[in-house]
């Protein structure tokens, strides 16, 4: 996406909240999207970004919305989360959201035979920075939460349908989702509400790294309800409700957001009649 490739709607729905942001690696980034919709609607935010390489791209970005925070962090490094949750405590006190958009998984994992390919190596990086760092994410950030909040990961249907060569991502993916809800249940005493958006395919860094990958946009678009690709738009849109009061009440739970991608059991251009 362009940084200026869409108008995002502007108010005051995240109007007096603070937030953080993880996984802005450049202008397609879904974090991106996100972020500069929660920027048009009032939302301070810090980012995290992953390694010194990125900051070049990520630095203008933030810039550009009004963010000052921008700190490095590795979720398979506890020193780094510990000095970027620092860091945030620092500078925001307390915070009322956090949108982690962040997963990998390496590229030969992404390919041809599931069974075949996974090596445990693979499995458990893919485990560790897809699905366990949001875990971890989450019980930093409750730390920062007493006013209660809202925690928004990002899933594929992969996790859920067999997506060829998704492979290792889409069993992380399940994990992710479950753990979703336990966390959920955990954190809803205190007022804290954690969803995931289940977004179509979009064109992103993350997408390049799957074999195939742009077949995933083609195939979704052409299997959907809608027959559209799915929009940073939509996904922006859902990730504010979210995160604004507009979505009190809604926890545990995966909200797709692919033009009806998830729901088709065949493509209406197969069927006779
Ligand atoms: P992206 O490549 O822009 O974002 C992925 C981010 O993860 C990057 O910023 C990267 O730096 C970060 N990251 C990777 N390893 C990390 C680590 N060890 N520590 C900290 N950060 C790390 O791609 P994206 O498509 O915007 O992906 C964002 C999220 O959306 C991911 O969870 C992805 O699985 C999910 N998603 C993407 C699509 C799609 O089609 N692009 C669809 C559904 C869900």
Not at 125 to 137: E, G, H, K, Q, R
Not at 242 to 268: C, P
Request: glycine content about 10%.
């Amino acid at each position: 996406m362009a940084e200026d490739a869409w108008t995002m709607p502007k108010g005051e729905l995240m109007r007096g909240k603070k937030g953080l942001v993880m996984g802005v690696a450049n202008s397609n980034s879904i974090a991106w999207g996100i972020a500069s919709q929660l920027a048009a609607q009032g939302a301070e935010m810090a980012f995290t970004y992953l390694g010194e390489s990125l900051e070049r791209r990520v630095r203008p970005l933030a810039e550009s919305i009004g963010v000052k925070t921008l700190i490095p962090a590795d979720v398979t490094d506890d020193a780094s989360m510990d000095a970027a949750f620092a860091e945030i405590e620092k500078t925001f006190g307390t915070i009322d959201f956090v949108v982690h958009s962040v997963a990998f998984a390496d590229k030969n994992e992404l390919k041809g035979s599931f069974v075949e390919n996974t090596t445990r190596e693979g499995f458990l990086l893919a485990m560790n920075i897809s699905a366990f760092s949001f875990v971890d994410v989450a019980r930093r950030a409750a730390k920062l939460m007493p006013n209660g909040g809202s925690m928004i990961t990002m899933t594929y249907l992969g996790s859920e349908r067999v997506i060829p060569n998704y492979n290792t991502m889409g069993v992380a993916k399940a994990a992710l989702e479950a753990a979703t809800r336990y966390i959920a249940r955990d954190l809803g005493p205190k007022g804290i509400r954690v969803n995931a958006i289940s977004a179509g395919a979009m064109r992103t860094l993350s997408l390049a790294g799957i074999s195939g990958g742009r077949s995933m946009i083609s195939s979704g678009r052409a299997l959907s309800a809608m027959k559209e690709d799915t929009s940073m738009e939509g996904v922006a849109g859902c990730a504010l409700w979210l995160a604004s009061d507009l979505g009190f009440s809604t926890t545990g739970e995966v909200i797709h957001v692919d033009a009806g991608f998830h729901m088709m059991g065949m493509s209406a251009d197969e069927a006779e009649g």
